[in-house]
């Protein structure tokens, strides 16, 4: 019986669109703790970070009935890209699904939901964060492989959402991966981190991470010394996961994700330069939802970093615009870019 009921959700998973489904007890999470200490000792600065994570190491202590945790894999890289966004803002963001009821993700994620409490199951699900340290869980489950750059593979490469939901039954479901591991000595994402967050194998500093830093870090970024490294990312980075050969050919590039074509326009440096909060808080910040509604100043930062790594002629006006930005910190960096070119104020 209790087979069966494993067996049928993992076939409603397929059948709704996941590529992988896996289902462990909840005890078969308890290296997730120490996974995190080890963190924290290889890289001591990182502890204010991985101190937010505490809470998916102890799931039963703000669940206390949750018996197992079914674990999904669901790739991205069916989508295609806009060129004019390509290699600026990092391609997980752009493809969220995780609470854009826009797109086919997001309804087969509800359907899954529904269908496991139609078995009658208790069920939890935070699409946003997570209920559980996920790219631990799916390897526990066998669906796939954390490489060197730290992100979970499957047979898609990284490009792959990771999906979880607590039930109150204890149900097992494992798979056995054949993905090979790294090749031997390949430390291709390591020399290529732009900031050197990715310090060492299966290591790094999210302080230090770009992703980290245009995201929900880096307050201060015109204050940040590694701003300058941060090449012509205004959100995200894909660097480690981009010059993968684990990667190569992976990217299908098919198909267009809901709206994305219409919003691509606002979110060069010069469109978000230019934005206004109106438009910011009903188009852009429920997408992209690591900055709140009332962070469009950190999206201006981040476009005007990009300008100083970047600076040409024709991005003059928008620097001496943003000198009377209502912002403090927009003010900041163009201050600075006018002080490092030499550009006339006047």
Not at 280 to 299: G, N, S
Request: aromatic share 12%; charged share 25%.
């Amino acid at each position: 019986m209790i087979e069966s009921i494993a067996l049928s959700i993992k076939q409603k998973a397929l059948e709704l669109g996941y590529e992988k489904c896996g289902i462990i007890p909840i005890p078969m999470l308890d290296g997730y703790q120490e996974k995190l200490e080890e963190r924290v000792k290889n890289v001591p600065d990182s502890g204010v970070f991985y101190k937010g994570q505490q809470r998916l190491a102890h799931v039963q202590e703000e669940f206390p009935w949750a018996k197992s945790v079914i674990i999904l894999t669901v790739p991205y890289s069916k989508y295609h890209v806009p060129e004019n966004v390509s290699g600026h803002i990092g391609k997980s963001y752009l493809f969220d699904v995780r609470i854009d009821e826009n797109t086919t993700e997001y309804q087969q994620s509800r359907q899954l939901e529904l269908y496991l409490q139609s078995l009658g199951l208790k069920v939890e699900i935070n699409r946003k964060f997570g209920v559980v340290g996920m790219r631990w869980a799916a390897l526990q489950a066998g669906l796939g492989i954390i490489r060197r750059n730290n992100f979970f593979y499957t047979e898609s490469g990284s490009w792959v959402h990771l999906e979880a939901f607590l039930i109150d039954m204890e149900l097992e479901l494992k798979s056995n991966t054949t993905l090979p591991p790294c090749p031997k000595n390949c430390d291709r994402c390591i020399k290529a981190c732009p900031t050197a967050s990715l310090c060492n194998a299966y290591t790094m500093n999210p302080l230090r991470c770009i992703s980290f830093l245009t995201t929900f870090g880096g307050r201060n970024l015109p204050q940040e010394p590694m701003a300058e490294n941060f090449g012509e990312w205004i959100y995200g980075c894909d660097v480690c996961q981009d010059v993968c050969p684990m990667n190569h050919k992976k990217w299908a590039a098919q198909e267009a994700f809901p709206g994305l074509t219409e919003l691509a326009p606002s979110l060069t440096a010069e469109a978000l330069l230019n934005m206004g909060e109106d438009f910011y808080r009903d188009k852009v910040q429920p997408k992209f939802f690591y900055l709140t509604a009332d962070e469009l100043w950190k999206w201006k930062v981040n476009a005007l970093n990009y300008i100083k790594n970047h600076y040409q002629e024709q991005y003059r006006q928008l620097v001496l615009d943003a000198l009377e930005s209502p912002y403090p910190k927009v003010r900041e960096m163009a201050e600075s870019i006018c002080v490092l070119y030499s550009i006339d104020k006047n």
